[in-house]
């Protein structure tokens, strides 16, 4: 008989199953937690705001949108008490204005059976003469459109007096006159020139307006110098030329 014992029956198969089986349901469990991962983060995507998620975004400020401003009344304190200003009341400053001496009225206490003894009429310290001329000497621009009184003064020696005052008075073409000028300020006749614009149409009158030189008193230094005006183009312009007397 040999040594060897050959036995028939196999030997028992150690035991893998329950090993394989453990195996089996961690794999099972990692499948379904990963599944469970998935749907979570999922819908942590889709909702980010859900109460669900632990990190949930911070809110974003839109920079496009537009601002609604917020418009806040400025009140006044309760103390405050509104005061009104000063009313200023500009006043009026009236020109100078010169009284027309008044007419003489002749009479006389000498009996009319005596001859009175004629009395000396003092000189005026200023003569005047005048002529008509074309304006357009002086004012080309106005052509025949225009009418007035201009001219000059001087003393004894044919020498500019400035700062004369000349009034002139009376009417012209149913208006009144009485304006004041002063020698100089019209220096296209002369360093003592004068002017005073009557219209812009030529009209003729005779002696209805007359033009006195006075000192810086209003006293006359002139007779009355009446002036006649033209309805003549050439003539529209009235050049008046006052003289002192020597």
Request: glycine share 4%.
């Amino acid at each position: 008989m040999s040594k060897y014992d050959y036995e028939d029956t196999p030997a028992a198969p150690k035991k893998q199953a329950s090993r394989f089986a453990i195996w089996d349901v961690l794999s099972v469990l990692m499948l379904l937690s990963t599944f469970c991962l998935v749907l979570y983060f999922a819908a942590v995507f889709v909702y980010p705001n859900a109460a669900y998620n632990f990190l949930q975004p911070k809110p974003t400020v839109n920079l496009f949108a537009t601002a609604t401003p917020t418009i806040t009344p400025i009140q006044l304190e309760p103390t405050w008490t509104l005061t009104p200003l000063p009313a200023v009341t500009a006043t009026q400053t009236l020109l100078p204005t010169f009284t027309l001496e008044p007419s003489a009225t002749p009479f006389s206490l000498i009996p009319a059976t005596k001859t009175p003894t004629q009395t000396k009429v003092p000189k005026a310290a200023f003569s005047a003469s005048f002529k008509g001329i074309d304006s357009t000497i002086i004012h080309p621009e106005f052509g025949c459109n225009w009418q007035g009184i201009g001219g000059t003064v001087v003393d004894a020696n044919n020498a500019d007096m400035l700062r004369m005052t000349i009034r002139l008075t009376g009417f012209y073409s149913g208006k009144t006159m009485n304006e004041l000028t002063v020698s100089s300020i019209a220096p296209a006749y002369g360093k003592s020139g004068f002017e005073f614009s009557l219209g812009n149409v030529p009209t003729a009158s005779k002696g209805e307006m007359y033009l006195q030189l006075l000192d810086q008193s209003g006293l006359p230094l002139s007779d009355n110098v009446y002036i006649d005006t033209f309805k003549d183009c050439a003539q529209n312009l009235t050049l008046v030329r006052f003289v002192k007397n020597p």
